[in-house]
């Protein structure tokens, strides 16, 4: 996890075959990254994040000075000032997660996993944000299966496409399974020349943050830089037997009640990207027509152009919105429309259905997403239905 991977760039070189790193190390062109298996160096990523956050706000600084001085171009002046400070924030929210990664990591609960499923997750969920950089994602996706936890896997894609959005407008993303080994691997390339590549970018607290998530998943990282393309491997662990039956039979997948539900048009509202993503990955196989929306503003829109049959929301929408967007719907339909509200209070029960019989709201544990969102949909839907 060391933070000087990239000092050394000048001089790509094709990293030989059968080179293989430690488990949360890395290899560059054959030789392992000084310091990648020892302790993070405090003072150092303490200096990085400095470094960036300075560097961010004097791009600031000095587009206001240019605002000030040029009055015609207040606009477009506007976006470099807003990309600045964007850049700053992120780099302090990820400084944030490496700190509480090292210092008090979460329990992790690790279970089996459709890692092209995690990807698409994450793809659609930055679909705005690669769309705004005009960043263009190519996809190589075989279902492949790791035992892994789900949030912290997710964060881990989503870390690395972002990190590569932000080096090239051309990246892909694949994933399959080792020829050598059988284990699980994503790729994600950046297409780029590597030695053009500003060093701000290279030795980015995303990237300390990615190489961090890694770590803890006990994934095993490896670079590849050429003169076109830098390329990131990650090796997870394969799942096991043992593993494979557990899941299988803990697991509370679409049944044949849910063939009633096809076709149906669900929106879900959440202002977090996770959130809607893991909302996305529990409603597979229900063949179910899903449209996400980060905001009220957003949801009225599409509610609007396709009618929903289900809406399914958090605390972070406004209740008062919400109702008026209900009975909106219910007006321009004739039908009441089924209502979930995922909530995130300790203690409470996975799923909690509406009254019978009347227009209310149904509640699913923000915890339990994956086993209880689908079966909640499916008793809701039927109600109105």
Not at 144 to 151: E, G, K, R, W
Not at 210 to 227: F, I
Request: charged share 20%; hydrophobic share 45%.
């Amino acid at each position: 996890m060391a933070l000087n991977w990239f000092t050394p760039k000048q001089g790509a070189r094709r990293r030989a075959p059968g080179d293989a790193a430690e488990p949360g190390g890395a290899h560059i062109n054959g030789h392992a990254a000084p310091g990648i298996d020892g302790p993070l160096a405090w003072p150092e990523v303490v200096r990085q994040l400095g470094q960036e956050v300075a560097m961010s706000l004097n791009a600031a600084s000095e587009q206001l000075d240019r605002l000030n001085r040029l009055e015609p171009s207040l606009v477009r002046s506007l976006v470099p000032i807003t990309e600045s400070v964007e850049r700053a924030r992120q780099a302090g929210m990820a400084a944030q997660h490496v700190l509480r990664l090292c210092e008090d990591p979460p329990p992790q609960h690790r279970e089996v996993l459709n890692l092209a499923d995690v990807v698409r997750a994450v793809l659609t969920a930055r679909g705005e944000w690669l769309m705004r950089r005009q960043v263009n994602v190519r996809k190589g996706l075989t279902q492949t299966q790791v035992f892994a936890d789900s949030s912290m896997l997710y964060m881990l894609v989503d870390e690395l496409v972002l990190w590569a959005g932000q080096l090239a407008t051309q990246i892909a993303v694949t994933v399959d399974k080792s020829r050598t080994t059988g284990r699980p691997r994503l790729r994600v390339s950046a297409w780029c020349n590597p030695a053009q590549v500003p060093e701000p970018l290279w030795r980015s607290m995303r990237w300390t943050l990615w190489h961090q998530l890694a770590r803890t998943l006990g994934a095993v990282s490896q670079l590849d830089m050429r003169d076109d393309h830098v390329r990131v491997t990650l090796s997870l662990a394969p799942v096991t037997e043992e593993q494979l039956t557990t899941a299988i039979e803990e697991s509370v997948g679409p049944s044949s009640v849910s063939a009633v539900i096809q076709g149906c048009r669900v929106l879900v509202v959440t202002a977090s990207a996770q959130r809607r993503a893991q909302c996305l990955q529990a409603l597979a196989g229900y063949g179910l027509m899903v449209d996400v929306a980060e905001d009220m503003h957003q949801a009225e829109r599409l509610a609007l152009q396709y009618l929903p049959d289900a809406v399914v929301y958090d605390d972070s929408v406004n209740d008062s919105a919400l109702e008026r967007l209900r009975d909106e719907l219910h007006a321009r339909s004739g039908t009441p429309v089924a209502v979930i509200e995922i909530h995130a209070q300790a203690g409470a029960s996975d799923f909690h259905a509406s009254t019978i019989g009347s227009v209310s709201t149904g509640h699913v544990a923000a915890g339990s997403l994956n086993q209880s969102l689908g079966p909640a949909l499916v008793f809701e839907l039927c109600k109105v239905m």
